[in-house]
């Protein structure tokens, strides 16, 4: 097999493709991460009517393809960018930016979900008996419940974001070049699929295989703590 | 907002001269429905299998199936889809190679396969833990009672197995008719694909994905509400007993 289109285009497929591979999952777990933990928190402490609004985004959005959610996203973002900044016509969003928002807004859900679970999880009792001991319910939430229901969490939150980072493929839709989108380029323009296709999976395989190994570790060592 | 509402743009005549909108929407949930359901085949038989494996007292059985997972569950669905439809014919002897891709049907049995064998690491995994959520007593006695490990297998962990399974299974057949919508990179036409077809011909955008969203949950709701009654039918021939229901949230 010929690995020459590989070898000759490594920069491109490294620096430009998977770069913006991880610079997505980054951005898009960290954001997703904070606005699930607002979604969480409206679904445990929110009034009723925020409560329902919150369950109903969350469960249309894990309801319905992640491909139909990136074109949703794609399409909407230049009316909701608008509605937010008060301009009269839709504001022109590039494929980029509306990645960022879709895989955002997205992941949202999962993490509000996740940690929802991990709230929940975390014994009545110790809700109770801080309570007891005079503290507010802000402090109850961030000295005692959040510190345990992240540790409970933690690990299935990078899980998350290991999905993520394979889910960000699928903007192969809005023809950007993540890591597949450049490997796609160099395969169709050298007109040799099998290196570049074989190469991408490898990578995704390695990548992926020793990040989980990493999170079952200290999953076992945060289990053993 | 000026954005042009006209939801009678389904009644009008597509691209191809002789069908409407609304009509090639249905054709493509039909082909969303046809995929899942040979995938969901495909990721019973070997998921169901893979999931015995793990389960394995044979060091080189479990460790295959331990690749197995690994493997189809460490790189993303689309580039699977991608090897399974470019590279895998390449690979083969040309003369089956070439007909593979002359293959009308090529994209709906690769979408098919592809997805199957992905859902299969899943479906391995969530019988292993099935397997092993049941009380080790229940093997060791069939054994003392003089079954065959297979027959202890087939006779009495399976059958209870199977029931453990049918939440996880609900849930990841629900994935799996989400994950079809993959299949449109490969020129699949099933929901999603029809939709955007629509929307870029129209520039109805709203209209046409709101009816995709509007496909995928009743598809959804149809598959959790069937495997429910089936479930709770089986329930009612073999135990009689009210069981507390699972919890399954309506969609997730």
């Known amino acids: 097999m010929n690995f020459t289109p590989i070898t000759s285009n490594l920069s491109y497929l490294f620096i430009e493709g998977l770069g913006l591979t991880i610079k997505v999952t980054l951005f898009c777990a960290s954001a997703g991460l904070g606005l699930g933990i607002l979604l969480a928190a409206i679904r445990l402490y929110g009034p009723r009517w925020a409560q329902m609004l919150v369950a109903g985004y969350v469960n249309m ?75 507010t319910g802000i402090q109850v939430l961030k000295s005692v419940v959040l510190p345990q229901a992240m540790r409970n969490t933690g690990p299935i939150l990078i899980l998350q974001a290991i999905v993520l980072f394979q889910d960000v493929s699928l903007v192969y839709v809005l023809s950007l070049t993540d890591f597949v989108g450049a490997a796609t380029q160099i395969a169709q323009q050298q007109n040799n699929l099998v290196p570049l296709y074989l190469f991408v999976a490898l990578v995704y395989l390695v990548a992926c295989f020793l990040s989980t190994q990493g999170v079952r570790s200290l999953q076992s060592r945060l289990a053993t703590a | 907002m000026n954005y042009q509402w006209n939801w009678r743009v389904f009644y009008d005549i597509s691209g191809d001269g002789t069908s409407t909108y609304a009509h090639n929407l249905f054709a493509g949930a039909g082909w969303t429905l046809a995929t899942a359901l040979l995938s969901t085949l495909i990721a019973l038989l070997v998921g169901v299998s893979i999931g015995l494996l793990r389960a394995s007292p044979h060091r080189l059985k479990r460790g295959l199936a331990w690749a197995y997972v690994e493997i189809f569950r460490d790189i993303p669905l689309l580039v699977q889809m991608f090897i399974w439809y470019f590279v895998v014919p390449e690979l083969l002897p040309a003369s089956l190679g070439n007909g593979i891709k002359s293959l009308a049907s090529g994209p709906f049995l690769t979408v098919s396969i592809a997805l199957g064998l992905y859902a299969a690491a899943r479906v391995g995994e969530q019988t292993r833990s099935a397997i092993t959520a049941l009380p080790k007593g229940q ?114």
């Open chain 2, 139 to 252: 093997l060791m006695a069939g054994i003392a009672l003089g079954l065959s490990r297979g027959q202890v297998l087939r006779l009495i962990v399976m059958p209870q197995a199977l029931r453990l399974l049918i939440p996880p299974l609900t849930s990841e057949m629900v994935n799996i008719v989400k994950n079809t919508s993959v299949g449109m990179t490969l020129g699949l036409m099933e929901l999603t694909a029809r939709a955007r077809e629509m929307q870029e011909a129209t520039f109805h955008t709203f209209e046409a994905f709101a009816a995709a969203t509007v496909g995928y949950l009743l598809i959804n709701l149809c598959i959790i509400t069937t495997i429910r009654a089936v479930d709770a039918r089986l329930l009612s021939v073999k135990e009689r007993a009210p069981r507390p229901q699972v919890g399954l949230g309506l969609l997730a």
């Open chain 1, 61 to 135: 959005l894990r309801s319905i393809p992640l491909i139909l959610v990136i074109f949703w996203f794609y399409f909407l973002s230049p009316y909701l960018i608008a509605w937010v900044i008060r301009s009269p016509n839709p504001v022109q969003v590039n494929a980029y930016v509306s990645a960022l928002i879709t895989f955002s807004l997205f992941e949202a859900c999962y993490y509000c979900e996740i940690i929802r679970a991990g709230v929940l999880s975390v014994a009545r009792g110790q809700e109770f008996a801080a309570k007891a001991l005079g503290l």
